[in-house]
């Protein structure tokens, strides 16, 4: 309807996976990469996940335009299936013919071996992608997993990635599924669009479309992003809206108001009619007037009883009350912190931030990186993606600014679902990630365990007595024992096994071993530092 008003080729908001709509962003380029190495690996699995809707059936899609022409390939769509269930798919997707009457599931593993050995034979290779992997029976990913027994001498016979929600990685963390778990070769998560992503993801479709122009100004972009809370699927389903609603009312581009009404008819949301004043008013002095009534009537009639019941369900409630207003006040809204919090408190956000490691900062004794590696530690004070800091599962010091556009800064201590804890001055409250986003220019500064004898970046090629601590860490997340390090070289054995690892954590794999490197393999060894969130699987 409003195509060819905007002078729209195509349809630019659809949520049909298209890969040619897909917007590469920093994190989208970076699964795309992990699915890449995936399918070009000697076997085991590749594990993406995402929130519903940040486009991770996209990115399969994009991959399998890429895949070369001597690959095969099976994608799973519907995975409540059960591990017989799931075979039989396999074996339809790749037309591999079976006896449905008499079909097992060792008759159809046999199968599926037999045309695994001649796709090998003919120089072919085959991958198997199963979509919605949360969703797969206990049964069924123990058969995904027996399924990479399948191989040769040299080589695994088949490439398996699978794609699903974050309960997917809650579901391979159990004791049962171990054996898959340790299987996964890489892993990357996907998460929502940043402020600046949502106004280049909307810019890229538009484009594809056929329109160059701004249909939607800069100043919605903010409102995308609040609305949307960065997830391309609720992005799509809002900018269509509000497209519609602009042709409606014959507007060239999409103003505020447009977005918010399209938000409310995407979300099924009204506004809420709120009581008069004058209402309002009446009820706030009858209502208490009523209750002392009530209850000066009971306690002259049971004076005993009102002591011995009422009083401490009032005091229990009270306390209920003022707890709730203590830990919940900043997760809807964040309209804090007071002036005094504000001025010089980025000394404080350091002290908060040394006390998570168990040390001690001395304000004015020298700068926090100094004092940090007068303790073993080192400092890490760049800016990235809100996504990237809570992979690197340390506290941080945040550069926040508030309502009148001052600075402040406040010290992140952990990370719980879509919330977070935050210490500004000597107060500590819960806040919403969405909050945070909204206030953060993405500039952080953390701590980090230095190795012994680390001093700069490793190199490839280079000596230091940080290399037999790299073998130790290596040989421990591997599962093997430790070669011989007498000449302490950075050889290519090493930087070969660093880049691979970089790659699982979704690092660049440049087999340099710097910070980032150094804290994902201190995160995986199990070393006593201090985490965001205890337990999280460092992806």
């Not at 594809?208 to 122009?213: C, P």
């Not at 800069?218 to 992003?225: A, W």
């Amino acid at each position: 309807m409003y195509r060819e008003y905007f002078g729209l080729e195509e349809l630019p908001f659809s949520i049909a996976p298209d890969p040619r709509y897909l917007y590469m962003s920093e994190q989208h380029r970076e699964a795309l990469a992990h699915l890449v190495y995936g399918i070009n690996s000697e076997g085991g699995f590749v594990l993406l996940t995402g929130e519903v809707g940040t486009g991770k059936t996209t990115v399969c899609r994009c991959l399998l335009e890429q895949i070369p022409e001597n690959f095969n390939t099976a994608f799973i769509i519907n995975s409540k299936v059960s591990a017989e269930e799931l075979l039989a798919s396999i074996c339809d997707e790749l037309r591999i013919p079976y006896a449905e009457s008499r079909a097992s599931s060792k008759l159809l593993v046999d199968r599926i071996n037999e045309y695994l050995l001649d796709a090998h034979g003919r120089g072919r290779k085959t991958v198997l992608i199963i979509e919605e992997a949360q969703n797969l029976a206990t049964d069924a990913l123990e058969q995904v997993r027996l399924l990479t027994n399948l191989e040769t001498n040299q080589c695994k016979l088949l490439q398996i990635i699978m794609v699903g929600q974050p309960e997917l990685r809650d579901l391979l963390s159990k004791p049962e599924l171990r054996q898959l778990a340790q299987r996964i070769t890489a892993r990357f998560h996907l998460g929502p669009l940043s402020k600046d992503e949502v106004a280049g993801y909307v810019t890229h479709r538009l484009a594809v479309a056929g329109v160059q122009r701004k249909i939607f100004p800069d100043s919605t972009t903010s409102i995308i992003f609040r609305l949307s809370r960065g997830i391309p699927r609720l992005i799509n389903l809002i900018c269509d809206r509000a497209l519609l609603g602009a042709y409606v009312h014959g507007s060239e581009r999409v103003d505020r108001r447009t977005l918010k009404k399209a938000a409310q008819e995407v979300f099924g949301k009204t506004k809420v009619q709120r009581p008069g004043r004058g209402v309002r008013w009446v009820l706030g002095i009858l209502l208490p007037i009523g209750i002392l009534i009530i209850l000066a009537v009971f306690y002259v009639e049971n004076p005993q009883q009102y002591v011995e019941m009422v009083i401490p369900k009032f005091v229990k409630q009270h306390t209920r009350v003022q707890e709730s207003r203590a830990g919940n006040a900043w997760v809807s809204q964040m309209g804090w912190p007071s002036a005094p919090l504000i001025h010089g408190n980025k000394e404080i956000a350091y002290q908060s931030l040394f006390k998570q490691w168990n040390i001690t900062y001395r304000p004015h004794q020298g700068s926090a990186c100094e004092q940090a590696r007068a303790k073993g530690l080192n400092c890490l004070d760049e800016e990235g993606s809100f996504r990237s800091l809570v992979q690197l599962n340390r506290p941080a010091v945040l550069k926040l600014y508030d309502n009148q556009g001052s600075e402040f800064y406040a010290t992140l201590t952990a990370v719980h679902g879509e919330n977070v804890t935050l210490i500004v001055g000597d107060e500590t409250r819960v806040v919403s990630i969405n909050e945070i986003e909204k206030r953060w220019l993405r500039e952080y500064f953390l701590l980090w365990k230095m190795p012994p004898g680390y001093e700069s970046p490793l190199m490839p090629g280079q000596r230091g007595k940080v290399v037999p601590w790299l073998e130790k860490q290596l040989s421990h997340i591997q599962g093997r024992n430790m070669r011989s390090q007498k000449s302490m070289v950075f050889d290519n054995i090493l930087v070969k096994e660093v880049k691979d690892f970089q790659r699982s954590m979704g690092l660049e794999p440049d087999g340099v071993l710097g910070p980032k490197t150094i804290i994902h393999l201190n995160t995986r060894v199990c070393s006593r530092e201090p985490l965001l969130s205890v337990g999280q699987e460092d992806r």
